[in-house]
């Protein structure tokens, strides 16, 4: 096989592991229309939640389940408990709060689990390779592509089909007025903050074998996922799955034709991005 | 009596703007509020609404109090506010505007509203923003008709439109009131207003200043002139 | 007489008072220098959020490369202090207008977006043009040259104290300057830019325009600060264009409060100041620093601007509303 | 004038090198709790976080220097904020012995006040690559995964040399950034070239992460890995056994090996901090050490004095008997190689492999291209 | 015969596939009031934005005293003595009434706008068009206070004000009666139309009995197309408009 041809395939891996890292940073931001700078502290909850199942025995499929469920069930409290508070301030405060709260988490889960990293081992049965002809691939790797895919289609249909999804879009413009349709508005808020904070926390747990847990996971999670956003057009679910696996697939091909610029390249490629659609790819004009 | 306001005072931030407003309404009445720009008939509706909460005063609905709930509670209850900003959602298409405030037990069907507004009909996949001010108003009033309401508060609803969607409207408002539904309206177009009112009250600064039925309303030049300022003698 | 003159020489005495004080409250002269090179970095930030509503999250590419710009030009060319500040500046304004060309056109939280990014970018592009700004190792051993102005040797440098005073002198010069700014009619016309866009442009006004020129004043008095910074520390690092440094520069413009040039000196020396404290009492400090930034978001919504007004108004004369009323009338006049 | 003798640790407690900063600190204070007296006076530290920023480092240092007169600092992790705080303390002529790695700070930039327990690039090197090409003699294509700052670069400059040296095939090299998390890529380009070693030069989290990926996509197979800097213990129990058997790691020290300080430091360690200690905690209690001991041999406060009792010192260290060579400040001593073993074969749960090898590789003082002033 | 000042040649503007005005030319006469009616969602809006600025041309021309502007962003064209009124308010809402007019006034002056040093008080010419101004609107009570913070009204009136500050050869008013009180409907309409003397004023508007009484030419658009052009009363008996557009006509007031 063509050495281009693998990095596409392992830009993919990466590409829909990125998409998992960002997607809930867009939905939040459309609803919301501020950066949840916590976000990233959500990813390294997941990671830190799944790191410590592993510990106690737990199955890895039922960590799958139940990190995301309680990383999901955190942000809604701190949604409740802060941020429900300063909706109506500028944006600016809530940034200051969430890299807060962000600030906090990082620093709690190093007082918690020590500021050393730890590994943790991929799911028996998805343990080893497969073999593509000359080439190998981690089977947990295939395995996170196949399940990042089917969460992607389950979050595209609950934000584009449902009335669940034409509410979230609505509110997003004016909450005062679908307050005056009758709908518990700053429920649906708190919802998709836990929702948003759920995505990070599977991130979280998908890259958990694949990374390892650390307590500065969450700063790199943030800085990939601002640019999967950035350049799938803010709020827009296709935008980051697209530019997920544009940013991982531009990133692997780098490690091959110019590994010193593989970062840089994602950032380039971002700007050409933004020269030809300002909004990004599928953003909104 | 479906509405009730007794003494009731309302503010944005220091600002007294509603000061003592009483007004009620009964089942299948239209009332309208009249009033010069900055009157306050807005900010009356807003404060039945708690979208402004009422410091002080009585709201009743249906009997009970709901003066000091949340906006959406009140709007669970059965009153529905077309604001006069008409608050079409920009990002959602037209038929979404009208599906996300659908009730399962509303009368209303998407059915019924595009019978009433056709023009609604033609460009369903139409995004919001990209709807006339006339097609907007059409798509507020269809919307808020949605939400199964039992008392329907329109805010100078025929603003901005052509004249024979004035009459259009006009005659589906008269269509809203016959199926029962009780209307406060808000307008500055007479003609609009006594064709359809039962009664008429006036607000001046906050203040209910007259109230009247349409009949005594009018026959009364002098009241229009004095609080509207129409010199119908000139 | 008139008001608004009068305020900007209040605010202007403040900012005087700060210079002064600063040596008798801090035993450091480094740690005083930095209060004021991140309180020039903040008002750079307030300019753009708090007169022109842009919310930019990538001043530190303008701090980073008034860094590199200061320090290339002390290691390779041999001009005079004044100069390789003047040369920061121009390079701080160059750069914005570059970053400023692609993210204007964009509102919001979306350019606050796209401003981070930017900060991504160049970050990596000054840790790949390892030649010329050094990489991870930065630039090391700049000067701090003394400053002489027509032949003239008028400041020492060598010394913490020394050095504060010309980074004080050139604080007040600019605060002047930026006060005079703000006032202005550009100043005023960036305000209706930021209340509503369309409107401006209707009224004819050129928003891009407006808009660029601002970020590139900005960029060019953080980038000032980034000169004064590789003097004071005597290196160009790479940590000066990071993304944290933008974060730390946009936190301390809100803490401070914003649109009024004062708060961001403020907000700076709050800051610096209680980041330096914090940080000897335990090395997890950043838990702490977080649960107040959570709580100045709760808490302390007019910054501390806001709060000490607040006091003001309460030693002064306790519950006289109509002061809001006065201040409108009197911002007219 | 004072009645203590203070010394300042500025290290990273913050950021993604917080655990080094939070073991040197752990380091610093286990030397000044042991010291007891010195010259009369009371031993006191402070540690001050540089948040892994050099500028910030700098203005810590410059801070400590004008508040309380510090003249002596043990600490830096990084080699760019090492290089930085090295300047910054030879301005206030005081003493800085540190741990970092970039060879300018022994080479073309030491200067007087600064002083580096670890074994600069070229010796690593030559105590990993070197002997496993020796070893290995069948094994000639290598492949590479760099950091991009000096001593990624260091390191891949050396080893390129021995290659040259061995007729060994440098099949490829991929650098990536110090923020990268994500080596998939690298991993595949590595597979790709078909090499018989692949050679991680990057360090802490990264090399964990890189290895970590590697042994994912099965290269533990079909290659001998190497990581020619590791932090050692601390990022074995990260790691795990299972990932860590049958990889080559290049190490500064080793708690197993048998020398007094060890035998000493291991049972103090385990008492203070219930671990059989680490390469950050070591190396920063001995750097610690050394200052205090120059100090008592000086007999003076004065950093010209203690600069003078440095130069040339020999003291009991955890690689043995190391010496502070005169020329270029840097301590010559022993560097280690182990091979990662079996979760079934360890002894205790710190016994994660065994010495390979082991020796002194330096450069001579005049191939450092340091001139001291 | 007088030379029209504004001329539209042929203007479409497409939204997407969506033609919203498709190919309308209009001559607009100087010092006449030029109304432009139609259903809602004929595209007058639209035609409005377009020969402002507010979005690009998709074809066609357009001319101010024979000058080509097509191509001029928005802004420019207020320098080309272009002023407008937007149907949906839109102002400085958390400046005061002064300042919002003050801005409008200024902003014809390109130069001083970008100037860094002068303080706007300087301005005086502004400053006074400004007071003015909120005199003949009737807003000198609120004058101190934030626009955001006016009745819908009082907006509406600041909103034809914002485009009368700058002066303009051309002023655009885009129903500037819609949300005003019976009372200042009157005088509202005797203010556009003593704006005929100073400027030409093209204006949409739907209450028919100001069309009908002040214009001198009304263009009647349909479906992104005009329909029907002429005096006020050929068109208002005009078979096509009553059924497509005028209807019996309760709009014009109580009468
Ligand atoms: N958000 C607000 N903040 C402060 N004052 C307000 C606000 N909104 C309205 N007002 C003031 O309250 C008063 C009443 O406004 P309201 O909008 O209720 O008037 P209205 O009777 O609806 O007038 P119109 O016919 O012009 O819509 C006005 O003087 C207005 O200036
Ligand atoms: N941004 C847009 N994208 C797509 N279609 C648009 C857009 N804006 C307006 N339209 C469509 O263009 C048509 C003309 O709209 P316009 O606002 O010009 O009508 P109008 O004549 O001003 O109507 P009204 O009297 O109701 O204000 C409408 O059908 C509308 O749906
Ligand atoms: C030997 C190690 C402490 C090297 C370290 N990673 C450095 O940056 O120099
Ligand atoms: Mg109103
Ligand atoms: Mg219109």
């Known amino acids: ?250 990133q692997s091909l780098m490690s091959t034709l110019w590994p010193e610029g593989a970062r840089l390249m994602i950032f380039v490629a971002m700007s050409a991005v933004m020269l030809l659609r300002p909004n990004g790819l599928f953003g909104r004009t | 009596m479906i509405l009730e306001l007794l003494d009731v005072h309302g503010y944005y931030g220091k600002s007294h703007i509603v000061q003592g407003v009483s007004l009620h309404i009964k089942k299948g009445e239209v009332v309208t509020l009249l009033g010069r720009n900055g009157a306050g008939k807005t900010t009356t509706l807003n404060t039945i609404m708690g979208v402004v909460a009422p410091r002080r005063g009585t709201i009743r609905f249906d009997g009970k109090e709901i003066a000091g709930l949340p906006p ?139 109230t009247g039925s349409n009949a005594e309303f009018l026959a009364d030049d002098g009241v229009k002139d004095r609080y509207l300022g129409i010199n119908i003698a000139a | 007489m008139n008001a608004s003159f009068l305020s900007q020489y209040r605010h202007l005495a403040m900012a005087v008072a700060t210079v002064l004080l600063l040596p008798l409250v801090l035993t450091s002269g480094s740690l005083a220098t930095e209060v004021l090179i991140f309180a020039l970095a903040a008002m750079g930030c307030n300019l753009l959020l708090g007169y022109t509503g842009l919310m930019s999250f990538g001043q530190g590419i303008f701090l980073g490369l008034g860094s590199y710009a200061a320090g290339m030009a002390l290691l390779h060319l041999r001009i005079p202090l004044i100069a390789v500040l003047l040369l920061a500046m121009v390079v701080g304004a160059i750069a914005a207008a570059l970053v400023g060309w692609f993210s204007i056109r964009q509102r919001g939280t979306y350019f606050v977006m796209l401003t981070l990014a930017f900060a991504q970018m160049f970050y990596f592009l000054a840790y790949t043009l390892r030649d010329v700004t050094g990489g991870d190792n930065g630039l090391l051993d700049i000067a701090r040259p003394p400053l002489v102005i027509l032949g003239q040797r008028l400041l020492p440098t060598a010394g913490p104290w020394e050095y504060y005073t010309l980074v004080a002198v050139v604080f007040v010069v600019v605060f002047w300057i930026l006060q005079r700014i703000v006032d202005s009619i550009l100043g005023r016309t960036l305000l209706a830019v930021r209340d509503n866009e369309a409107r401006a442009a209707a009224a004819g006004y050129d928003v891009r325009t407006l808009k660029l020129i601002a970020f590139m004043i900005s960029g060019a008095i953080t980038a000032l600060a980034g000169a004064l910074h590789a003097m004071l520390t005597g290196i160009a690092p790479l940590s000066n264009i990071e993304y944290g440094t933008s974060e730390s520069i946009l936190i301390m413009t809100v803490i401070g409060g914003t649109g009024k040039l004062f708060a961001s000196v403020l907000g700076a020396g709050f800051y610096v100041l209680v980041g330096d404290w914090l940080s000897t009492l335990w090395p997890r400090w950043l838990l702490l620093l977080g649960m107040l930034l959570i709580a100045v978001s709760l808490l302390m919504q007019k910054g501390l601007w806001g709060v000490g007004m607040g006091l003001l108004q309460l030693v002064r004369r306790p519950g006289r509303a109509d002061d809001a009323a006065t201040q409108r009338s009197a911002a007219y006049d | 004038q004072s009645d203590t003798i203070e010394l300042v640790c500025p290290v990273p407690l913050s950021g993604p090198f917080a655990a080094n900063g939070k073991f040197s600190e752990m380091g610093v204070r286990l030397a000044v709790e042991n010291y007891g007296k010195l010259l009369g006076k009371r031993v006191t530290y402070t540690t001050m976080d540089t948040e892994g920023k050099p500028a910030t480092a700098v203005r810590k240092v410059q801070e400590a220097a004008q508040q309380k007169g510090a003249r002596f600092f043990v600490g830096g992790i990084l080699s760019s904020e090492a290089l930085a705080m090295s300047k910054e303390v030879d301005k206030v002529r005081g003493v800085y012995m540190t741990i970092a790695g970039a060879d300018e700070i022994t080479g073309s930039d030491c200067n007087r006040s600064t002083f580096r327990w670890s074994v600069p690039t070229y010796g690593i090197i030559d105590q990993t690559v070197r002997q496993l090409a ?45 923020a990268e998390k994500e080596f998939s890529g690298y991993l595949t380009n590595a597979m790709a070239a078909k090499p018989d070693v692949l050679l991680l030069l990057n360090f802490a989290s990264q090399s964990s992460d890189t290895l970590r990926q590697a042994v994912s ?157 | 015969m007088t030379e029209p000042i504004l001329q539209a040649r042929n203007v479409v503007k497409r939204y997407g596939r969506f033609t919203a005005v498709n190919g309308v030319s209009i001559d607009v006469l100087p010092h006449t009031v030029h109304s432009v009616i139609g259903p809602n969602g004929a595209g007058k809006t639209t035609l409005f934005h377009a020969l402002t600025g507010t979005v690009p041309l998709t074809s066609g021309q357009i001319l101010v005293d024979s000058v080509d502007i097509s191509t001029l962003p928005g802004f420019k064209r207020v320098r080309k003595g272009l002023a407008r009124s937007f149907q949906v308010t839109s102002l400085f809402p958390n400046l005061t009434v002064l300042e919002n007019l003050r801005l409008a006034a200024q902003g014809v002056d390109a130069v001083q706008a970008l100037h860094p040093w002068r303080r706007p008080e300087s301005f005086k010419a502004a400053c006074e068009t400004a ?40 002023i655009f008013l885009d129903e500037p009666t819609s949300g005003m009180g019976v009372d200042d409907i009157g005088d509202m309409k005797q203010l556009i139309f003593s704006l005929r003397s100073d400027y030409t004023v093209v204006l949409i508007e739907h209450n028919m009995d100001i069309v009908m009484d002040i214009s001198d030419t009304i263009t009647v658009m349909q479906l992104g197309q005009v329909l029907v052009e002429g005096a006020p009363d050929a068109v208002r008996c005009d078979e096509r408009v009553r059924s497509a557009y005028l209807g019996s006509m309760i709009t014009g007031g109580l009468r």
């Not at chain 1, 997941?46 to 999901?72: H, K, N, S």
């Not at chain 1, 592509?145 to 969460?151: D, L, Q």
């Not at chain 1, 007025?177 to 929702?195: D, E, K, P, Q």
């Open chain 1, 1 to 250: 096989m063509n050495i281009y041809l693998l990095q596409i395939i392992n830009g993919i891996g990466i590409g829909m592991l990125y998409f998992m890292m960002a997607v809930g940073l867009s939905i939040v931001f459309g609803l919301l229309g501020f950066v949840n700078f916590a976000h990233g502290a959500f990813f390294l909850l997941g990671a830190y939640a799944c790191y410590q199942f592993a510990l106690a025995g737990l199955d890895y499929w039922l960590t799958l389940v139940l990190a995301p469920a309680m990383v999901g069930g955190f942000a809604w409290v701190i949604e409740k408990a802060f941020l429900h508070r300063i909706y109506k301030l500028p944006h600016e405060f809530h940034i200051l709060l969430t890299v807060g709260v962000a600030l906090v988490l990082q620093e709690a889960v190093i007082l918690q689990w020590g500021i050393v990293g730890q590994n943790i081992a991929v799911p028996e049965a998805l343990e080893g390779v497969l073999i593509l002809g000359q080439f190998v691939y981690p089977k947990y790797r295939i395995f996170v592509i196949a399940f990042t895919a089917v969460i992607a289609l389950m979050l595209w249909c609950l934000l584009d089909k449902t009335r669940l999804g034409s509410i979230v879009r609505a509110g997003s413009e004016s909450t005062e007025m679908v307050s005056l349709l009758g709908i518990h508005v700053t429920r649906i808020f708190s919802y998709v903050f836990a929702l948003g904070g759920a995505t990070a926390g599977l991130a979280g747990v998908l890259a958990a074998p694949l990374r390892g847990v650390e307590p500065f996971m969450g700063v790199e999670a943030l800085g990939i996922a601002f640019v999967v956003v950035v350049i799938g057009g803010m709020g827009s679910f296709a935008g980051a799955l697209a530019s997920g696996l544009l940013v991982g697939v531009v």
């Open chain 2, 72 to 210: 959406h509670a009140i709007a669970e209850k059965g009153l529905s506010l077309v604001p006069e900003h008409r608050g079409i959602f920009r990002l959602l298409t037209v038929e979404e505007n009208l599906t996300m405030a659908a009730r399962r037990d509303s009368p209303w069907s998407l059915e019924e509203v595009y019978r009433i507004f056709p023009r609604l009909r033609e460009r369903r996949r139409n995004g919001g923003s990209q709807l006339s001010g006339g097609e907007q108003q059409m798509l507020a009033i269809g919307r808020a008709l949605m939400t199964n309401p039992k008392v329907l508060m329109l805010d100078e609803p025929v603003e901005g439109l052509a004249p024979v969607i004035v009459d259009e409207i006009v005659t589906q408002i008269g269509k809203i009131k016959e199926s029962g539904i009780p209307i406060i309206l808000v307008e500055q177009n007479l003609a609009v207003c006594t064709q359809l009112a039962d009664r008429h009250y006036i607000i001046e600064q906050g203040r209910v200043v007259y």
């Open chain 4, 134 to 178: 020796e070893k290995f003699p069948n094994a000639k294509r290598w492949y590479t995964i760099t950091p991009q700052y000096v001593f990624g670069e260091g390191l891949l400059h050396w080893s390129k040399e021995v290659f040259k040296a061995k007729g060994i095939e440098h099949v490829g090299n991929s650098s990536h950034s110090l």
């Open chain 4, 217 to 373: 996509f099965g290269i533990k197979k079909n290659m001998i890995i190497v990581v020619a800097q590791s932090a050692g213990l601390e990022q074995f129990e990260s790691l795990g056994p299972d990932i860590c058997d049958g990889v080559y790691f290049g190490l500064q020290n080793w708690h197993g090996v048998d020398t007094p300080f060890n035998r000493e430091f291991v049972r103090l360690a385990n008492v203070a901090t219930k671990s059989d200690t680490n390469f950050t905690v070591t190396s920063t209690y001995t750097c610690a050490k050394a200052v205090l001991d120059a100090i008592k041999k000086a007999n003076s406060t004065d950093p010209r004095a203690v600069i003078a009792a440095m130069e040339g010192m020999q003291y009991e260290g955890p690689t043995g008997i190391e010496e502070i060579r005169r020329g270029d400040h840097q301590v010559i001593k022993d560097f280690y190689l182990l091979k990662g073993k079996p979760k079934a074969a360890m002894k205790n749960k710190s016994d994660f492999g065994d010495i390979v090898s082991s020796g002194k590789s330096f450069l001579p003082v005049e191939k450092t291209f340091c001139k001291m002033a």
């Open chain 5, 131 to 170: 007071t003015s101004l909120a005199e003949r609107l009737n807003l000198t009570l609120v004058r101190f206070r934030p626009a955001g913070e006016l009745s819908h009204g009082q907006q509406r009136r600041l909103e034809v004000g914002m485009a009368l500050a700058a002066r303009p050869k051309v």
